[in-house]
């Protein structure tokens, strides 16, 4: 019964990557029920809602399954926003939810601003607009004071009946420039509370076309008025958010070559032949590598993957006047002429990344096929046959979308390319220990300080495999750590002397009595291999030694991702104390020992300590 | 356009979450269990969504068993195999 039912939704996920239509993803949200029994994760979700939302709801649960989690979505009732938010003892607080959603239709969230705008006099427009703000400040002050969950609220739409019509854009004081003017007060007042995300429904309902995307018809007999064209976006673009919340942001983008980073075929067509220029066709694969390269700045590493000669595929990025792409902007390739799933195999092993990190990118439908069924993990795009919907097909999924953006994401993907280097001069070491010591490390190391928390938080989602826990951080958890007396928040900064790599190492430390409990110790994949570790668990030690602890203790909490870490206590001296099913506790006894050096191999800074 | 019948009760089933070898002309608002108001609704949205075709406020009202669905599809120019 098991194996069959693992086989359907197999299945309909697999159909639903190929044809994402609205009743295919009803069909995977039917699977949603028994989904947890097969060990897909409960995500609970609450809905706050002032119209008819639940046509919206199998989008969101079949893509949901498709992210590995089985969604529990309970709703308010119909526009009772406000007695729901005010009593604590509402069950969408009870739902004990992962993730909070406020959806509030803007006809009905202010009728005056958007249907009956001219009979406002500025002064009450005004009005209307703080209204608006702080009638939503306190909504989500009341949340906050009952749930630390997300929250996800929408935005208002551009008016599309704009009430001067030609007129309207001509002056601030108009509807258009109040409503932008309403959108940007409204997410000036949400920064004051930890957690909150807008989803932008003026720039969804844009790209879809206001037209298209509101049914008229059913909201006016149903109050329901998200159209047939906007079900599969709109449910799309909160996944989105399950997505970047829950640590499966994707990391890599493997991109084929001929006829995907340039028309034609290079091993035909030669350097001169191929499409790849200002001029069409060549123009829509020039603008197509530029998005690849805004990718690459946003933090995402690139690959190749391609049935080619190696040198043949080169000769484009350091030799082609048109290309923008460049060799140093690949972290790795795998151009020969085996078979793609073994390639990119290869690729995930070299990055050192999960393989449900990748998406692949692809022309040809057979290798997409082929691809689709060996790996199913590996989000796969088939590209359209116009090379003019390119950028399009690679962007609106969304898969590389996260909710932080720092300078380290921006650097991030130069350190993969540098990363590689820095294995091929391995291969040339004596020693590891000379390797180590050649890298010329050097580590600051200390309690965290409150710029430190947004990339704190993001490690805690995005970092799998060296992590002990695998607990599940947001920026207001930290805060909570940092702010109160008996937790600690540790950093960890690298450099080496090939890249500087930034904050990739947290440690998070609860002190009860005498025992100092390491409850999170996580390092960034691209910094293993140097021993950072080391530096972590001695800036423990040292802080619990000062608060004079008696013991220090630690959990491993057993993942599919993280078996390398299952013996990382036992390596560093502790003793087992416990064993479950899930996992495994530990303890290390402090007390009258000396304290610990930093390894001898990297330069230690200690900052804030 | 000419479709499989298949096409059509396989909608069905997945919105009211029943057999599609079940259904047959007497299916209908009565004689399904979760066939409510709101689940009319997404029947109306996922019919349009399957068809490419937009139903009149009469016709969305109209549909409350199977022969009428495929008699209003038909005006639609959806003919069924």
Request: contains cysteine; charged residues 25%; negative net charge.
């Amino acid at each position: 019964m098991t194996a069959a039912l693992h086989k359907e939704i197999t299945n309909t996920i697999a159909r639903v990557k190929v044809d994402p239509t609205y009743i295919a993803y009803s069909a995977l949200a039917n699977l949603t029920d028994s989904a947890p029994d097969l060990g897909f994760p409960q995500y609970r979700i609450s809905i706050l809602r002032n119209f008819t939302i639940e046509p919206l709801i199998p989008v969101i649960k079949g893509e949901a399954m498709r992210l590995g989690v089985a969604a529990d979505v309970r709703l308010s009732d119909f526009d009772a926003i406000a007695e729901s938010v005010f009593n604590s003892q509402s069950q969408i607080y009870s739902h004990d939810p992962h993730l909070m959603i406020m959806a509030q239709w803007p006809e009905t969230w202010s009728p005056a601003l958007t249907n009956k705008f001219l009979t406002l006099t500025p002064e009450q427009i005004d009005d209307e607009v703080e209204r608006v703000v702080e009638t939503t400040r306190n909504l989500i002050q009341a949340i906050r004071s009952n749930s630390t969950a997300p929250l996800i609220i929408n935005n208002f739409l551009l008016p599309t009946t704009r009430t001067l019509g030609i007129l309207d854009f001509q002056s601030e004081s108009h509807q258009t420039h109040v409503i932008l003017r309403l959108n940007r007060a409204l997410l000036e007042m949400s920064k004051s509370f930890p957690d909150v995300y807008w989803i932008d429904l003026m720039s969804l309902f844009s790209r879809v076309g206001y037209d298209n995307a509101v049914d008229q018809r059913n909201w006016h007999i149903a109050r329901a008025p998200l159209s047939k064209n906007v079900l599969v976006p709109l449910g799309l673009e909160y996944a989105k958010f399950i997505r970047a919340l829950s640590g499966k942001t994707r990391k890599c983008l493997v991109l084929d070559c001929d006829n995907t980073l340039w028309g034609g075929v290079i091993g035909e067509d030669g350097l001169d032949g191929i499409k790849l220029g200002q001029t069409h066709p060549g123009s829509s694969f020039v603008t197509f590598q530029q998005e690849c390269l805004n990718l690459y700045n946003r933090g995402v590493i690139l690959a190749l993957c391609s049935k080619n000669n190696e040198a043949d595929v080169l000769d484009v990025f350091k030799n082609h006047p048109d290309t923008i792409l460049k060799e140093h902007h690949f972290a790795t390739w795998q151009v020969n002429w085996d078979d793609k799933a073994t390639n990119i195999r290869r690729i995930a092993d070299e990055l050192n990344i999960d393989i449900d990190s990748l998406v692949f990118v692809d022309d040809n439908a057979f290798e997409c096929d082929w691809v689709r069924s060996q790996l199913p993990q590996v989000e796969v795009i088939h590209l359209p046959k116009e090379p003019f919907h390119y950028r399009r097909d690679l962007i609106s999924p969304g898969f590389f979308d996260s909710l932080a953006f720092s300078s380290e994401d921006k650097k991030r993907s130069a350190m993969y390319v540098s990363d590689n280097q820095r294995k091929l001069r391995m291969m040339a070491a004596t020693s590891l220990n000379d390797y180590l010591v050649n890298l010329n490390l050097r580590a600051e190391i200390g309690r965290a300080n409150k710029d430190d928390l947004p990339r704190i938080s993001q490690l805690t989602q995005k970092t799998n495999q060296f992590n002990v826990t695998t607990k599940r951080y947001t920026e207001g958890d930290i805060e909570r750590f940092f702010g109160a007396p008996n937790s600690d928040v540790f950093f960890l900064r690298l450099t080496d002397r090939i890249s500087e790599l930034g904050l990739i190492g947290v440690a998070i430390v609860e002190y009860r009595d005498t025992v100092a409990d390491i409850d999170s110790l996580l390092l960034s994949c691209r910094a293993l291999g140097r021993g950072a570790e080391e530096v972590l668990l001695c800036a423990i030690q040292k802080s619990a030694a000062t608060r004079a602890c008696k013991k220090l203790t630690g959990t491993y909490l057993m993942s599919k991702k993280n078996m390398q870490v299952s013996d990382f206590y036992e390596k560093h001296g502790f003793t087992l104390t416990e064993k479950t099913p899930h996992g495994t506790r530990w303890e290390l006894a402090i007390e009258g020992r000396p304290l610990p050096n930093y390894p001898n191999w990297i330069n230690v800074l200690e900052i804030n300590t | 356009m000419a479709v499989k019948e298949d096409k059509l009760k396989k909608v069905l089933a997945t919105i009211f979450k029943i057999d599609a070898a079940g259904i047959d002309d007497n299916t209908s608002v009565d004689t399904v269990e979760r066939w409510d108001s709101l689940n009319h609704l997404n029947l109306i949205l996922a019919l349009e969504s399957e068809f490419e075709i937009s139903f009149t406020e009469e016709q969305t009202i109209e549909i409350m068993n199977y022969p009428l669905i495929k008699m209003v599809l038909k005006e639609h120019g959806v003919e069924f195999q």
